[in-house]
């Protein structure tokens, strides 16, 4: 499974962004894509997860209230809508694969993407 992550940008707080994860290489029926940011100078924390299969989400920490995850199963690609976005959400986005449920834990992700950079304005 071959992950591209896209959709970062510079905006100001408040604002939202749309990030896409496109996935190639096979359908990714039976696995979750699971959207991950690491700021500056902090360790990687996961942020959301969704399942292909039957659609189940998991949020965890920040993205609980302001941001959603969503597919669309026949571009077999994965989104992360980001709304009311702050200053400190400044970092690198990933996607990532598994194939598994739902997880915020990298050591079920057996593929990544590039990661796109989001840049939050004050």
């Known amino acids: 499974v071959q992950l591209q992550a896209s959709g970062g940008g510079l905006v100001q707080a408040g604002g939202s962004l749309k990030l896409t994860c496109a996935a190639s290489?096979?359908?990714?029926?039976?696995?979750?894509i699971g959207w991950f940011r690491q700021a500056p100078g902090k360790e990687r924390e996961g942020l959301s997860s969704?399942?292909?299969?039957?659609?189940?989400?998991l949020l965890v920490g920040s993205a609980k209230g302001r941001f959603i995850i969503s597919t669309d199963n026949a571009k077999n690609t994965a989104y992360l809508q980001m709304n009311s976005l702050k200053p400190e959400d400044t970092a690198v986005y990933y996607c990532?694969?598994?194939?598994?449920?739902?997880?915020?834990?990298?050591?079920?992700?057996?593929?990544w993407g590039q990661g796109t950079l989001v840049t939050v304005s004050s």
């Open positions: 990532a694969a598994a194939a598994q449920g739902p997880s915020y834990r990298e050591a079920n992700y057996d593929y």
């Open positions: 290489g096979r359908t990714l029926d039976d696995f979750t």
């Open positions: 969704i399942y292909f299969n039957d659609g189940r989400t």
